[in-house]
């Protein structure tokens, strides 16, 4: 493995050997550490929480989410209603009255643990006072969401440089900053058209702090911004301005599998800064504070492996190979080692002392890891220690505090372990393990194996790495030009030879052994996977979807291939029924005919394959009649289909005019049912045209539009409830059935989210859907862009405008989001298939009123609540009539499987696609039933009674 090669060998040229004597020492100085930690600790840090409130016990958990809530909560009722949820003994409604004060008082006085001081001056004077310590300040803030946020992160972090600058202690303060603070788009998409001004900003800020001769660190968020970093530091690093500087400093995170990669790069640049004649770089070298969520992500995306190590071991080993590379390249960087892990100081100290004398430092948080720093004083009191110190008015001291919790609250984290453990001795030798051994093995399956055995999920690519997201584009651009060739519709006549065809073939395909249609459906997964690029394109270019759209359009395909291939084999197999002695009675499902499959252009693949693969999978033979807008897509998945084996006589394609096409389809008596997803109207007129028809009752699955709401209350996170509203309202340029139409927010918060939607809407960017850099693509065609352009004329005269994303002036459909200010859901006039947002502001009391106005509409499709109250969440789950209610995340992208995806009222008839009860609704049901009896007896009841 490369880190445990890094730490023996060293990483390129290393100027000594890792003596083996290294490791002794390193235990035998972990054990003091850790001893001196339990012995010297303050009596409140992180540590002694978790040993008091361990955040896995009600208790603890109880503190941790009131103090995530509690202070941003402005109106008394949720702040009460937070204290009875969360605090078990304070139900009664006196008590928590009288409670609410002291709790807050209490956190404030928790959270000030954790924060240095509330302003930049305050933090200055504690700090002249403090000699044993070097600082880093940290000036706390959400990341930005609109360009007004990035400007305030701006003059915050320069306002801080310049009061650090003017103490006149250079080599002691210094400042952190985080990207994410200073541009609303630090992100893969956004990065080309955010670099040059984040550029501008940031080097402005290393500008004045080199002036001033401080320190400046750029902290590491999420791997996906690594590269980005990155890319900025280097530019740094080689400014002419900036070489004399020594305070320019980057963060590395040990816990990503390319944390050495990385710190191969900033070593080269070190180098060539050195060569040029430059001062040495300070690189503060982390585990990194997002395990969890990196994880998550990772599994969400479907990525090939975890960005992150999964063993715990890997991280710590890296760490300690990435700081031997640092000690080695002392004098091009400045080594800066932040931990809070006395095994990992003591690893430290044990490789420094096996080499030439260098200068380092460690590094640690405030109000965390002070017993150690206690310890290493009395220990080490030669080797100087920064403090990193946060720095932050009231309302963000809470949240601070508990993304600190919530970093440190893994069990396998130090902190956790030595709050848990009274014997140092075995948490030294067990942290230690990593460096005796082979590494320790990865301890959670790979991203797309989480189900296994029962199915492989779907695999995607990183759309958040900007070098990932320019390759797409250019695999879009080079793929086979389908979504140019010419398309001859099919006729009435077309779609009766096809039904003719499919006919014919019904009860051979139903005959055919369940496993064999599965394995069949497997293959058309594995085909799909491998012409994704293909398919992609075909999606950006036939049907306006940007290239994150189109992954995800392509990804359900292959989910709901696998998927149905599952549960046909769960399904189709004989099912034992009660039998009475000397009978016995099964159930089977079988396909019904021929289904005809009319699918949608908004998920040109996804809808058209999830369709014809649950019509397969249950035994039917299929007619398909894609949108009129998108039958190159469909036609591509049409053959891979027959590649993968479906047999031709099984699956027949008719591209063409639903007048035409459909119509035909819907009234030939031999077609035995019909799955449709698209508007109310047609699946009205489908299903009366079924009904005149003559010949069996044939069922009609039909999936219909929605008026989708969001409900928020004063509790949520704005921030997060912004990011939730854009996804949801504007991805797919709002051409999702899914997609977000009417937003009510608590009256109390509307102004805050509004302003940042306002922002967040401002950042979008509308364009070719096929370049990286674009948020928003065009609408379907010029009748929709007439039709909505109209709609948002005449909403304009009527209501104010609450957010609005600039319109660059370009040829075709596009639209721009929009979103304004109504009432409440009674004054739309339906449903308006694009990126236009409806607001409205509510009183809490009113939520039930909202709920019903909700369900008034008769659609019940999506549902979004964002709370922190489990018992408000349960208040919408009793009364909304809605077929996917989410709580605390967008309202778009159910995943197959796991979220079955469809509505009830006008939103459709059911069953939902992607989930359990989906097969079963394309299938005949045959009971069977055997006299067993009849030649002799029951030989069971004979044998049973002996
Ligand atoms: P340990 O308990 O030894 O390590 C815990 C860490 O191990 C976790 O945080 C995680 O990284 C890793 N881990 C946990 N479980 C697993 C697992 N199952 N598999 C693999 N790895 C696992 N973090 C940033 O991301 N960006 C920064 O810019 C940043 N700046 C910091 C500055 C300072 C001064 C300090 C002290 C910390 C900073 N951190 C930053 C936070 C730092 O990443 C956390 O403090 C650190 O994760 C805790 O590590 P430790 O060595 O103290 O504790």
Redesign the pocket.
């Known amino acids: 493995m490369a880190a445990y090669d890094a730490l023996k060998f060293g990483m390129g040229a290393p100027d000594l050997p890792l003596p083996e004597s290294w490791l002794p020492r390193a235990r035998s100085l972990a054990l003091a550490l850790a001893e001196g930690e339990r012995a010297r600790g303050p009596w409140l840090d992180v540590q002694r929480l978790f040993s008091w409130l361990p955040p896995d016990e009600p208790l603890g958990e109880g503190l941790f989410r009131l103090a995530e809530a509690l202070p941003r909560t402005p109106d008394r009722a949720s702040r009460r209603a937070l204290l009875r949820e969360h605090v078990p003994f304070l139900r009664a409604p006196a008590v928590a009255a009288l409670a609410l004060p002291l709790a807050e008082a209490g956190l404030r006085a928790v959270a000030r643990q954790f924060v240095y001081a509330e302003s930049i001056e305050a933090a200055l004077a504690q700090a002249r006072d403090d000699r044993r310590h070097r600082f880093?300040f940290d000036m706390l803030g959400e990341g930005a969401r609109t360009a007004e946020d990035a400007a305030r992160g701006f003059s915050r972090y320069a306002r801080a440089i310049a009061a650090t600058g003017r103490a006149g202690e250079p080599q002691r303060l210094g400042v952190?900053i985080k990207l994410s603070s200073l541009h609303p788009r630090f992100d893969a998409c956004g990065y080309p058209a955010a670099r040059a001004l984040l550029l501008e900003r940031v080097a402005g800020l290393c500008a004045s702090a080199a002036r001033a001769g401080i320190g400046l660190t750029i902290?590491?968020?999420e791997s996906e911004r690594a590269p980005l970093q990155l890319d900025l530091f280097a530019a740094l690093a080689r400014r002419p301005e900036l070489l004399a500087w020594d305070g320019l400093g980057i963060?590395v995170?040990?816990?990503r599998t390319g944390a050495l990669e990385t710190l191969r790069e900033v070593l080269a640049l070190a180098r060539l800064r050195r060569e040029a004649g430059g001062a040495a770089l300070a690189v503060?070298l982390?585990?990194?504070?997002?395990?969890d969520a990196e994880v998550k992500r990772a599994q969400e995306l479907g990525l090939d492996g975890y960005p992150?190590?999964?063993?715990?071991g890997?991280?710590?080993l890296a760490?300690v190979a990435a700081a031997r590379a640092l000690l080695d390249a002392a004098g091009i960087v400045f080594p800066q080692f932040?931990?809070?892990?006395p095994?990992?100081v003591a690893c430290i100290v044990a490789l420094s002392e096996a080499r030439p004398p260098c200068p380092f430092e460690f590094?640690?948080?405030h109000g965390?890891?002070e017993g150690l720093d206690a310890a290493m004083r009395e220990q080490l009191p030669a080797l100087p220690v920064?403090?990193?110190a946060p720095v932050g008015e009231r309302q963000e001291l809470l949240a601070y505090l508990v993304r600190r919790l919530l970093?440190?609250g893994?069990s396998?984290?130090?902190?956790?372990?030595a709050a848990r453990s009274s014997d140092p001795g075995a948490l030294v030798d067990a942290?230690l393990a990593f460096a005796e051994g082979p590494p320790p093995a990865p301890?959670l399956p790979d991203p797309t194996e989480i189900l296994m055995p029962e199915r492989r999920l779907a695999r995607g690519p990183d759309l958040g790495r900007l070098p990932t997201l320019e390759r797409l584009a250019k695999e879009v651009a080079a793929a086979p030009k389908d979504w140019l060739a010419p398309v001859a519709d099919g006729d009435a006549g077309t779609a009766r030879q096809a039904i003719d065809a499919a006919y014919a073939y019904r009860d051979e395909w139903a005959r055919t052994p369940v496993e064999q249609r599965a394995a069949a459906l497997e293959r058309l997964a594995d085909r799909m996977e491998a012409d994704t690029p293909r398919l992609v394109a075909l999606c950006v270019r036939e049907a306006g979807k940007t290239l994150a759209d189109a992954h995800a359009d392509v990804r359900e395909a292959i989910d709901f291939c696998r998927y149905y291939a599952g549960e046909a084999r769960r399904l189709f197999v004989p099912l034992p029924l009660p039998s009475p002695a000397g009978e016995r009675n099964e159930l089977t499902l079988h396909g019904r005919g021929v289904f005809a499959c009319i699918s949608p252009w908004n998920f040109p693949v996804a809808i058209f394959t999830g369709q014809v693969a649950a019509a397969l999978a249950a035994g039917n033979t299929v007619v398909a009649k894609p949108a009129e807008q998108t039958p190159r897509a469909a036609l591509r998945v049409t053959e891979l289909a027959l590649e993968a084996g479906i047999p031709a006589q099984a699956l027949h394609l008719v591209p063409g005019r639903g007048e035409e096409v459909g119509q035909a389809l819907v009234d030939d008596p031999r077609v035995a049912g019909v799955a449709f997803t698209g508007s109310n109207a047609t699946a009205k007129a489908i299903q009366l045209a079924l009904a005149r028809r003559d010949g069996p009752i044939a069922p009609l699955i039909a999936e219909t539009g929605g008026l989708n709401a969001m409900l928020v209350d004063s509790t949520a996170l704005p921030e997060q409830v912004v990011d939730a509203v854009v996804a949801s309202a504007f991805r797919s340029a709002g051409q999702r059935c899914s997609s977000l139409r009417m937003l009510y927010l608590q009256e109390e918060i509307a102004p805050v989210v509004l302003e940042l939607l306002r922002g967040a809407m401002a950042a979008l960017r509308v364009g070719d859907p096929a370049d990286p850099a674009t948020d928003v693509g065009p609408l379907i065609d010029e009748e929709a862009h007439r039709a909505l352009s109209g709609y948002v004329v005449q909403m304009r005269a009527k209501w104010p405008v609450v957010g609005e994303t600039p319109l660059p002036a370009r040829a075709g459909n596009f639209l721009a989001p929009v979103a304004f200010e109504v009432g409440s859901i009674r004054d739309l006039p339906g449903e308006r298939f694009g990126p236009i947002l409806h607001v409205a502001r509510f009183r809490i009391g009113d939520l039930d009123r909202v709920i019903d106005d909700v369900n008034a509409c008769g659609f019940g499709l999506t549902m979004g609540i964002h709370t922190r109250l489990q018992s408000r969440a349960e208040q919408v789950r009793r009364r909304a009539r809605v077929g996917n209610l989410y709580v605390n995340r967008n309202i778009i992208g159910a995943v197959v499987g796991m979220q079955p995806f469809g509505g009830e009222g006008l939103s459709g008839t059911g069953p939902k696609a992607g989930g359990p009860h989906y097969l079963p609704r394309f299938a005949l049901e045959r009971t069977f039933t055997v006299n067993t009896a009849a030649a002799g007896g029951d030989l069971s009841l004979v044998t049973s009674s002996l």
Do not use: P
């Open positions: 880093s952190s902290d590491a968020e963060v995170q040990a816990y503060r982390v585990k990194g504070a997002y395990w992150v190590f999964t063993a715990k890997r991280t710590d760490y932040a931990t809070h892990n095994v990992t590094q640690r948080l965390m890891g920064r403090v990193y970093e440190n893994a396998t984290s130090h902190v956790r372990q942290a301890r």
